[in-house]
């Protein structure tokens, strides 16, 4: 009889550490997944901004046809690239932000359109927008980290294997320009 | 990691609230034998304050800190920056809901977090602190106020505080019954016969817990307390993935002479720096709040990574004996991560330009807040008009052209 309400004891707890192990494993997986829609978030937002940032610089900046004209296409591609795989999204995202900063290095030689308090604002909010893709990207790889160590690490691999869990994809970053925010000193 | 992790670095800091609960249920006990005859009821007594300050600081407690400390909340539009750097970090450190965001207006430089769970938190930096820091020094600072959030530093401390008040406020109305006739109690139990000897050593317990009670709770308060400081920092590196940020901010910070009109002993430790420090004071203290702010900078400046391991090297570093700041359990689950330059739009020198320019700012914030309105004059002149200013019409001083209001 005791051996009965051991084995049955033994296995309520074996139960028990399967659903704790399953339930992290779910909220580890949501975690990396609200990441991803924080990353999207910050890009669609970097996509709004352009235009006006765009239309604000092209009255000061006439000698720069050609750099404004990069940055809406470069714009343009990577909207449409949006729904991509991460692979071609994050190069055309890469590419934008390359142009954008080479846009921001030579709004120095305008002062007048560094006066305008129009433009000022969106420099602040393309600024923080950068930022924010880059924190985005550091919580998503972090909460990756922190997924995959779960799904590969034993014992709660076997719950992860057994119930379909797989590892998450990093999210590297594939330009080198994408590193860093664009390039913007006030150096007068 | 550092979201889900804060479990068991909790653990060293939930030891000493127990040990303060025990010491609350002590005095409670003591003081119930030695006044009331009975240990019971002066446990009961305990708990029922102990339970209604509870409740009071879980529902109203970032309430009356924030209108304590005159805080203002503002919205996006009123300072787009401010604003912008409270999101980053909320991003950074994978908080759920974007803490209200309160100013105080006071030239003193400092910042507090409150709240009572991560869904429900606000921040509340100084106009001070707006004007003098650059973006990486605030950034930062809101790393380390959204650490305190994260890390459930606001709910711990809380917890103590009421712990700490409910200690202090038994012993002070003992102390009271004690004075002013109290002691016929001792006295008629004593002459009831029996056990004279042992009411007295009861009574010379409850006396000497009175008086020590306080003064021990307090210091495992201030332990606490330092120690989420310390962790809290090492957070806010990890978030901002600089350091420096936060070091220079604690050094301008600490540079300001400013003394925080508002702030009270209660809301001490929930400031980034201790709002009640004096000039020169020894390091160490074991009355202060926070660890001293040299300290700190030195361990934000000697760190090799933004890792807490990093954090942990350099606090070790800094202090040679005893153990680190931060548990071994947070510090084997993440790898090398390195520090990222400075951000591009801070330039290495902090001119003075900048600085008028962010006085600029935060003024029109503060003016704003107090309902004046703004008429810019087409000479440039800026001009504000009081609230209570309606229907006139103003001259401008410098042109001379008429506005009406």
């Known amino acids: 009889m005791i051996a009965v309400w051991v084995i049955i004891g033994i296995i309520v707890i074996l139960i028990i550490i399967f659903i704790a192990t399953y339930n992290n494993l779910v909220r580890l997986r949501n975690q990396v997944k609200n990441a991803w829609a924080q990353i999207d978030v910050q890009l669609k937002r970097r996509h709004d901004l352009i235009p006006n940032l765009v239309e604000t610089a092209k009255g000061y900046m006439k000698h720069e046809r050609e750099t404004l004209e990069a940055v809406t296409k470069a714009r343009n591609l990577a909207q449409q690239l949006s729904s991509a795989g991460a692979g071609e999204r994050s190069k055309a995202e890469g590419e934008l932000s390359s142009a954008l900063s080479r846009l921001l290095a030579v709004v120095e030689r305008y002062p007048d359109l560094k006066a305008n308090q129009n433009f000022l604002a969106l420099q602040e909010e393309l600024t923080s927008t950068e930022n924010k893709i880059s924190f985005a990207r550091q919580f998503y790889n972090d909460s990756v980290l922190n997924y995959n160590n779960k799904t590969q690490m034993f014992p709660s691999n076997i719950i992860a294997s057994m119930t379909g869990f797989k590892a998450g994809e990093f999210f590297e970053v594939t330009a080198t320009e994408e590193r860093e925010a664009p390039k913007v000193s006030f150096t007068s | 990691m550092m979201w889900h992790q804060i479990r068991s670095n909790r653990n060293r800091s939930i030891v000493l609230v127990i040990v303060m609960g025990v010491v609350l249920l002590l005095i409670g006990y003591f003081l119930g034998l030695s006044f009331l005859n009975s240990g019971e009821v002066g446990l009961i007594i305990a708990l029922i304050i102990w339970t209604i300050l509870n409740l009071i600081a879980y529902f109203q407690g970032d309430s009356i800190i924030l209108s304590m400390s005159r805080a203002r909340k503002i919205s996006r539009d009123d300072h787009p920056r401010l604003y912008n750097v409270v999101e980053e970090m909320k991003i950074a450190s994978g908080l759920e809901r974007m803490p209200d965001i309160y100013i105080i207006d006071d030239p003193a430089m400092n910042a507090f977090a409150t709240g009572r769970d991560p869904k429900k938190a606000s921040v509340a930096v100084t106009s ?272 001379g052209k008429q506005h009406s209001v």
Not at chain 2, 291 to 300: A, M, V
Not at chain 2, 337 to 357: F, G, H, L, M, Y
Not at chain 2, 364 to 374: A, E, G, P, S
Request: some cysteine; charged content about 20%; overall charge positive.
């Open chain 2, 128 to 399: 001070g602190l707006l004007q003098k820091l650059n973006r990486d020094e605030l950034q930062g600072v809101i790393g380390h106020e959204l650490a305190h959030i994260n890390n459930r530093d606001v709910l711990l401390m809380a917890m103590c505080s009421v712990l700490l008040g409910t200690i202090v406020i038994l012993s002070w109305y003992a102390s009271r019954f004690m004075l002013f006739g109290g002691m016929s109690g001792s006295r008629r139990s004593s002459s009831s016969g029996g056990g004279g000897g042992a009411q007295l050593i009861i009574f010379i317990v409850a006396i000497v817990l009175m008086i020590l009670a306080p003064i021990f709770a307090q210091f495992i308060y201030f332990a606490i307390s330092r120690k989420r400081e310390y962790l809290a920092d090492a957070s806010s590196a990890l978030y901002t993935r600089y350091p420096e940020g936060l070091a220079s901010a604690l050094e301008k910070i600490g540079a300001s002479t400013y003394q925080l009109k508002s702030a009270s002993k209660a809301t001490a430790p929930m400031y980034i720096i201790n709002p009640f420090r004096e000039k020169g004071m020894a390091a160490n203290d074991l009355t202060s709040t926070h660890p001293p702010i040299s300290e700190r900078i030195r361990i934000l400046r000697s760190m090799a990574g933004a890792a807490y391991s990093d954090y942990d090297a350099a606090y070790k570093q800094v202090h040679r004996i005893g153990g680190g700041a931060i548990p071994a359990s947070e510090i084997t689950a993440v790898g090398a991560i390195p520090i990222r330059a400075a951000s591009s739009v801070v330039k290495e020198k902090d001119t003075a330009e900048d600085q008028i320019q962010r006085t600029r700012e935060t003024s029109n914030l503060m003016w704003q807040l107090n309902n004046y309105r703004t008429i810019d004059c087409e000479c440039g002149t800026r001009l504000r008009i009081p609230p209570n200013l309606r229907n006139v019409n103003i001259r401008c001083p410098h042109c």
